[in-house]
């Protein structure tokens, strides 16, 4: 499964970005994708997941700010960044997992700052 994020870049406060991850695979229905982050000099962290059947989970720290879809026609699932704020400053990581098999794509950097 070959990933492709996008839509990173730059924002100030309080602003709002979208971000999308395209798959490869006709099997995109069988994934749990995730969003992950890695902010500078800090580890990855979950950001938010959804499965097949649309459950959805979320980091405490983006509860309510964050929000995570998927459109399997178009395989591609996305994250949708409102409120944001400068700790919200990081790469993001769109991943995918197959019955185990995880599957990651190449990172899209987000910066909020004024």
């Not at 794509?105 to 909020?112: D, K, N, P």
């Amino acid at each position: 499964v070959q990933l492709q994020a996008s839509g990173g870049g730059s924002v100030q406060p309080g602003g709002s970005l979208r971000l999308s991850c395209a798959a490869s695979r006709s099997i995109f229905a069988l994934l749990v994708m995730k969003w992950y982050r890695q902010a500078q000099g800090k580890q990855r962290e979950l950001v938010a997941g959804i499965t097949g059947g649309g459950s959805i989970k979320y980091a405490d720290s983006v509860l309510g700010r964050f929000n995570i879809s998927r459109d399997d026609a178009k395989k591609t699932v996305y994250l949708e960044m409102n409120s944001l704020k400068p700790e919200d400053t990081a790469v993001y990581y769109c991943n995918a997992d197959l019955l185990g098999t995880q599957y990651w794509g190449q990172g899209t950097l987000v910066t909020v700052s004024s």
